[in-house]
């Protein structure tokens, strides 16, 4: 073969002549030796790379209908996404106050993982209701991949309405590229200047798999309850107390 002639060939060159880095032939030859077995060892690896990935693809043409079913039960859950969200110990730190009002228009997340010959990536979309911020029913990230390595991001541009849309419209010029005159919102992230990914990945990863416990979506449910059961508590101790000072606001005038 081409390449281990190559490889043999290139060790051949680096024995000098010089007695400081003689190689004898037997030392050489034990060399080929060992990289004709690691090269079996890459060749099986590559094999094992290529059986996993067609498992993985097996395993989510499985999965997509039972997405599909999930997504429908999701839908009849008020705010489910946004207390998701909201609940997960990284995405509550990103998300601001205005992109919290629009992520309670958010009635499903969509993610699909595609091959297409050496190429690989997945999308996340995200399906809004009518909403009063743009007009889009659906924003979606896509990542290619080609040997591991990130070839292309592309987002769905915006169509913000009239006095809404990032910094109301408000944008610097900067190196050629609108800018947003404000601190960065989630959905800068769909402009597609913007490559960084770390958001899409947490959802894609950590969120969508299972929303119920990473997002602590049931520990939010509880956490809510117990609250609204505290502030009963509290508005019941305080009629009890206005009670009584009302009792002894009685026996004081009789």
């Known amino acids: 073969m081409v390449a281990d002639a190559e490889k043999k060939a290139k060790l051949t060159e680096r024995a000098p002549e010089d007695d400081a880095y003689h ?7 034990s060399v080929e030796k060992l990289q004709e077995v690691q090269d079996e060892l890459d060749k099986v690896d590559d094999e094992e790379s290529d059986k996993i990935l067609e498992i993985e693809q097996e395993c989510n043409e ?19 996404w946004l207390t998701s969200l909201m609940s997960h110990p990284v995405l509550c730190d990103i998300l601001s106050e205005e992109d919290q ?6 009635n499903s997340i969509d993610v699909v993982d595609f091959k297409d010959d050496k190429m690989l990536g997945y999308s996340v979309t995200f399906n809004f209701n009518g909403n009063p911020y743009f ?21 769905t541009p915006i169509k913000w309405k009239e006095g809404t ?8 010029e900067k190196n050629g ?25 947490i959802i894609k990863n950590d969120l ?15 956490q ?28 004081e005038d009789s």
């Open 62 to 80: 499985i999965r997509r209908p039972v997405y599909v079913k999930r997504n429908e039960i999701i839908k009849t859950i008020p705010d489910f």
């Open 101 to 106: 009002k629009i992520f309670k228009y958010l």
């Open 165 to 172: 849309g990032l910094a109301n419209g408000v944008t610097d």
């Open 177 to 201: 590229r609108k800018r947003p005159h404000v601190d960065e919102s989630f959905f800068s992230l769909f402009d597609s200047a913007i490559e960084h990914d770390e958001m899409v990945e």
């Open 23 to 29: 190689l004898d032939k037997e030392f050489v030859l």
């Open 135 to 155: 007009q889009d029913t659906k924003l979606t990230k896509t990542f290619t991949f080609i040997d591991g390595e990130t070839t292309k991001i592309t987002g």
């Open 224 to 251: 809510e309850a117990d609250e609204e059961e505290v502030d009963e508590e509290d508005s019941e101790d305080d009629e009890m107390e206005n009670g009584d000072e009302e009792e002894d606001d009685d026996e």
């Open 208 to 222: 969508w798999p299972n929303p119920l416990k990473q997002g602590n979506f049931l520990n939010s449910l509880f």
